[in-house]
T-cell receptor, first 114, second 116 residues
């Protein structure tokens, strides 16, 4: 079983829809949670960064972390065709040290239809 | 501020050859990490360098190696290429080493390697 599970999609929605992207994880030591957006033929771009549980909002994007359920979400309001990309979740443990590293989900491909 | 720069952008090699990929981190960033991205496996961690020292290594064979220079630039080398090495190789830089508590990774656009 992978440490981080993410539905690969593809997810197709009409323009203006609310999009919900999710990841589940198994390691309760994860405390830092990130969402990256990756356009075709480009590297991942950091979108949201949260620590521990709770919500964080940035414009049309809201990141939500539920540590009790080991479940994180990214919501996109008023989705636009320019949001069409692969969304990757990533997480790392709460303590430092040489063995700590980011663990990525496999990504969800999102297509927003005009 | 310039982002992470990776060269070359595309590379075609044949089995058995070796390849060297280059990464220039964001100015001031001292940590460079390398990832392999494939459609089936997603992003897999290769290794991380900080101040010219390898701090962490993923589960890849010894054919994959890297190094970091005093100016934080990094190179990755793959020897005796196999067909399965075809992938997008991504470099990411951060201010602090990934093991610290507040690291944020910034990625380059990657080098697309095709092994024929």
């Amino acid at each position: 079983q992978k440490e981080v599970e993410q539905d690969p999609g593809p997810l197709s929605v009409p323009e203006g829809a609310i999009v919900s992207l999710n990841c589940t994880y198994s390691n309760s030591a994860f405390q830092y949670f990130m969402w990256y957006r990756q356009y075709s033929r480009k590297g991942p771009e950091l979108l949201m960064y949260t620590y521990s549980s709770g919500n964080k909002e940035d414009g049309r994007f809201t990141a939500q972390v539920d540590k009790s359920s080991k479940y994180i979400s990214l919501f996109i309001r008023d989705s636009q065709p320019s949001d069409s990309a692969t969304y990757l979740c990533a997480m790392s443990r709460s303590y430092g040290g040489a063995t700590n590293k980011l663990i990525f989900g496999t990504g969800t491909l999102l297509a927003v239809q005009p | 501020k310039a982002g992470v720069t990776q060269t070359p952008r595309y590379l075609i090699k044949t089995r058995g050859q070796q390849v060297t990929l280059s990464c220039s981190p964001i100015s001031g960033h001292r940590s460079v990490s390398w990832y392999q991205q494939t459609p089936g496996q997603g992003l897999q961690f290769l290794f991380e360098y900080f101040s010219e020292t390898q701090r962490n290594k993923g589960n890849f064979p010894g054919r994959f190696s890297g190094r970091q220079f005093s100016n934080s630039r990094s190179e990755m080398n793959v020897s005796t290429l196999e067909l399965g090495d075809s992938a997008l190789y991504l470099c990411a830089s951060s201010l602090a080493y990934v093991g610290s508590l507040n690291e944020k990774l910034f990625f380059g656009s990657g080098t697309q390697l095709s092994v024929l």
